[in-house]
C-alpha cells in the first residue's frame, strides 16, 4: 500500500503543509486544533450542504437541452419516464454515498471509498483522469454555458462572437477559482444564493407549464409513447443524457472533512436535495411539453428560452440571465468540491505534494483549486470539449458503480465498520449493475468514443507505476513531483 496518514497541516510560510510529521489532532476528530495548527474547518452546515448538491446538480441542462433524452427515447412518454427513473436512480447513489459518508470520514469522494475498498491503483487512475481530463473538460463546458447565455442579451439580433463567448468565459472561471481560493465561506454564501436563483428559474417555468395543463393544454401528451420507435442502443445515451443532467449528488462526500455533524447532515441533505431536484426536473419537462411539440423541442437551441419566449413574452429576457447564474453556481460548487479530491490524493502521496497545502490564513486549500485553471483554460481554448465529455462519460459513471459494488465489498470486508447510516442491500446492488450495465452496453452502441475514453483511463496505469510505485527515480524527476 501507497497511502500515508491523513493528518493536518503544520504551517510553513504562508501555506500548511498536508503530510506533516508531528502528533497532531485528526481533521475528522472534531478536537480543537493547537496553537499554530491550522486544518480545513467544519464550515459546511446542513444548509450549505443542501446548496452544495442543488447547486452543483442544476447546470445548463435542464434550462437549455433535455433533448438529448427525447432524441434517443422516442416519444414524450418514454422521456419522461427516463427523466423520472434517472431521478430514483440517482436518489439510489445518493442514498450509497450516503452511507459511505458517514462510515468513512474523509473527503475526496470517490477517490477516497475506491482506495478504502480496493486500494491504491483504481484509485489513483480515478483521479488521474479526473485532474487530467474530466473535471478541466466539465468546468469548460458549462462555463462556455455560462459565458454564452451571460452574452445573449446584448446580441438578441445577431450571432455572438466565439471570441467575446470564451473570453466572459475565461473570467468567469478566473473569477470561481479566486472566490474558491479567498474563503470556503464566502464560497458557500454565493452558492447558497446561485442555489436560491436556480430555483427561482425552474419555478418560473414550472408554474406557467401548471397554469397550461389546467386551461388543458394536453395536445402533446396525447398517445404519449407514440412516435419513433427507440432502439435498445439508444437507451443507454438517453440515460447517459438523464444521469449526465442529474451529476452532481456525490459532491458533498467529496468535502465530509468540513462537514458539521456529518453522521446527520450528509444523509439528510442529500435525501432533500434529490426529492427537490428530481420533482423539478420531471415537473420543468412537463411545463415544456405544454407548450411545445416534441419536434419544436428536437429543433430548439435552448429549450426555457423558445417556452419562455411563448409564453412571457418581454420576461424571456431574464431566462438567459438565470441559466447564466445557474451555471455560475454549477461551476462553484463543482470547484469547491473537486478541489477538496485533488487535496486528499496529494495527502495520501497519490498527487504532487504541494496539492496537500492549505493557505495559513484564509484556511483554503488553494493550490488545489488553482491547479485546475491552466488545465481548464487549456480545454477552453484548444480542446474538442463536448468530444471529451463524450469519451469520458463512461469512466465517471465506470468508476462510480465501482464505488457502489465497493459499498457492498466492504459490508463482508469489514462488517464491524461503524454505520450510522445503512442502506438496504438491494440499493447499491441495483445501482452498481445499472451503472456497469451502460457502460458495457455503451461500449457496444459506440466503440470509437467510449473505446478513446477507455484507452484514456487505461493510461493511469502506467503513470501510477511511473509516479508512485517506481522509487529509484533520478534526482531532477523527484524534484519536479515536490518530493
Known amino acids: 500500500m501507497f497511502r500515508k496518514a491523513a493528518v493536518p497541516t503544520v504551517s510553513n510560510g504562508s501555506y500548511l503543509q498536508g503530510r506533516a510529521i508531528g502528533k497532531l ?75 459511505l459518508g458517514t462510515c468513512i470520514k474523509k473527503s475526496g469522494g470517490h477517490y477516497t471509498y475506491i482506495l478504502e475498498a480496493f486500494g491504491p491503483l483504481p484509485a489513483f487512475v480515478r483521479v488521474w483522469v479526473e485532474l487530467l481530463i474530466i473535471r478541466p473538460a466539465a468546468t469548460a463546458v458549462i462555463s462556455l454555458a455560462f459565458g454564452r447565455y451571460i452574452l445573449e442579451p446584448f446580441f438578441m439580433q445577431c450571432e455572438i462572437p466565439e471570441l467575446a463567448i470564451k473570453l466572459i468565459t475565461a473570467v468567469g472561471i478566473t473569477l470561481v477559482m479566486v472566490l474558491n481560493s479567498t474563503s470556503v465561506s464566502w464560497s458557500a454564501r454565493i452558492q447558497m444564493f446561485l442555489t436560491f436563483c436556480k430555483l427561482v428559474a425552474i419555478l418560473i417555468i414550472i408554474v406557467p407549464g401548471v397554469i397550461q395543463l389546467i386551461k388543458g393544454e394536453t395536445q402533446h401528451f396525447k398517445n404519449a409513447f407514440a412516435g419513433n420507435d427507440a432502439s435498445i442502443l439508444g437507451l443507454p445515451l438517453a440515460f447517459y443524457s438523464g444521469m449526465y443532467a442529474y451529476s452532481g449528488w456525490f459532491y458533498l462526500n467529496f468535502v465530509t472533512e468540513e462537514v458539521e455533524n456529518p453522521e446527520k447532515n450528509i444523509p439528510l441533505a442529500i435525501c432533500i436535495s434529490m426529492i427537490i431536484v428530481t420533482v423539478g426536473y420531471v415537473l420543468t419537462n412537463v411545463a415544456y411539453f405544454t407548450t411545445i411539440s416534441a419536434g419544436e423541442l428536437l429543433l430548439s437551441k435552448a429549450v426555457a428560452v423558445t417556452f419562455a419566449e411563448r409564453l412571457m413574452g418581454s420576461f424571456s429576457l431574464a431566462v438567459p440571465v438565470f441559466v447564466a447564474l445557474s451555471c455560475f453556481g454549477s461551476m462553484n460548487g463543482g470547484v469547491f468540491a473537486v478541489s477538496r479530491m485533488f487535496f486528499v490524493a496529494s495527502r495520501e502521496g497519490h498527487l504532487p505534494e504541494i496539492l496537500s497545502m492549505i493557505h495559513v490564513r484564509k484556511h483554503t486549500p488553494l493550490p488545489a483549486v488553482i491547479v485546475l485553471h491552466p488545465l481548464t483554460m487549456i480545454m477552453l481554448f484548444n480542446g ?55 457502460v458495457a452496453l455503451s461500449l457496444y452502441s459506440d466503440p470509437v468514443n467510449t473505446g478513446i475514453g477507455f484507452a484514456i483511463t487505461l493510461t493511469g496505469i502506467p503513470a501510477y507505476y511511473l509516479f508512485i510505485v517506481w522509487d529509484n527515480k533520478p534526482k531532477w524527476f523527484r524534484k519536479l513531483l515536490g518530493k
Do not use: H
Open 384 to 438: 474538442d470539449l463536448y468530444s471529451l465529455l463524450n469519451f469520458l462519460s463512461f469512466a465517471r459513471w465506470l468508476f462510480i458503480g465501482l464505488v457502489v459494488a465497493g459499498l457492498i465489498y466492504l459490508r463482508y470486508k469489514r462488517p464491524d465498520m461503524p454505520r450510522p447510516f445503512k442502506v438496504p442491500l438491494f440499493i447499491p446492488a441495483l445501482f452498481s449493475f445499472t451503472c456497469l450495465f451502460m
Open 25 to 99: 489532532s485528526s481533521v475528522g476528530s472534531g478536537q480543537p486544533a493547537q496553537e499554530g495548527k491550522v486544518v480545513l474547518k467544519k464550515k459546511v452546515t446542513l444548509l450549505r450542504g443542501i446548496s452544495i448538491i442543488i447547486g452543483t446538480i442544476i447546470g445548463a441542462g435542464i434550462f437549455i437541452s433535455p433533448k438529448g433524452i427525447l432524441k434517443n427515447t422516442g416519444s414524450v412518454g418514454m422521456s419522461l419516464t427516463v427523466w423520472t427513473v434517472c431521478g430514483i436512480l440517482s436518489l439510489f447513489g445518493a442514498l450509497c454515498y450516503a452511507e
